[in-house]
């Protein structure tokens, strides 16, 4: 079957731009999650929901960041007003049930910021 | 901010040869598990170990679990070179929930042909 898909793969926007990242999960996975990966570095949590439920959102760094699951399956995350800072390859995953563990991984949006 | 760190951050062996990585944590946790990464596949789930479960295998990767210690190890035997990748161990979140993943900064593993 399909697994956890992500769009753009690739996203060079300029300083103050506002991007949307796109995550696709596995069809009938309750939970979703977005991590931001910096280079070289592990994966850092952004925020969960648990079908359209925003559970969880306390690794988001600022309210420059928004994520949304309107219903329960694809998600979107918007970053408004782009800084360098926030160039990094951002992650999506999803898992069965609402508590896992066993997260699926998309392959990742990187994003730069010129 | 990250629970897990690997040890070593790096490490090159030749094809063949067994490679471990450790992986330590802060935090009492309720599972362990450990992922893949490497270019173009993005993060593929390896293994998954419980709290009260000390050693488990699955075909070529061994991961042990020490929690007096807050350790755990992932052993991979007779190595390829498609195991070249990066090695993460993640741990659920400080609240007890198995909901969020803790990272560690990964172990780069290069598998010398």
């Known amino acids: 079957g399909a697994g956890v898909s992500q769009s753009p793969r690739y996203k060079v926007a300029k300083r103050g731009q506002d991007v949307a990242l796109r995550c696709d999960p596995i069809s009938g996975h309750v939970s979703l999650f977005w991590y931001q990966q910096a280079l070289g570095q592990g994966p850092e949590f952004l925020t969960y929901?648990?079908?359209?439920?925003?559970?969880?959102k306390s690794g988001l760094p600022s309210d420059r960041f928004f994520a949304e699951r309107p219903e329960g399956s694809v998600s979107t995350l918007k970053i408004q007003r782009t800084q360098q800072e926030d160039s990094a390859v951002y992650l999506c995953a999803s898992s069965r049930g609402a508590t896992g563990p066993e997260q699926y991984f998309g392959p990742g949006t990187r994003l730069t910021v010129t | 901010s990250q629970q897990g760190e690997e040890d070593p951050q790096a490490l090159s062996i030749q094809e063949g040869e067994n490679a471990t990585m450790n992986c330590s944590y802060k935090?009492?946790?309720?599972?362990l598990q450990w992922y893949r990464q490497n270019s173009g596949r993005g993060l593929v789930h390896l293994i998954l170990i419980r709290s009260n479960e000390r050693e488990k295998h699955s075909g070529r990767l061994r991961v042990t679990l020490d929690t007096s210690k807050k350790s755990s190890s992932l052993l991979i035997t007779a190595s390829r070179a498609a195991d070249t990748a990066s090695y993460f161990c993640a741990t659920d979140g400080r609240r007890g929930s198995n909901y969020q993943l803790i990272w560690g900064a990964g172990t780069k593993l290069i598998i010398k042909p």
């Open positions: 929901f648990q079908n359209e439920a925003q559970l969880d």
């Open positions: 935090t009492s946790i309720n599972n």
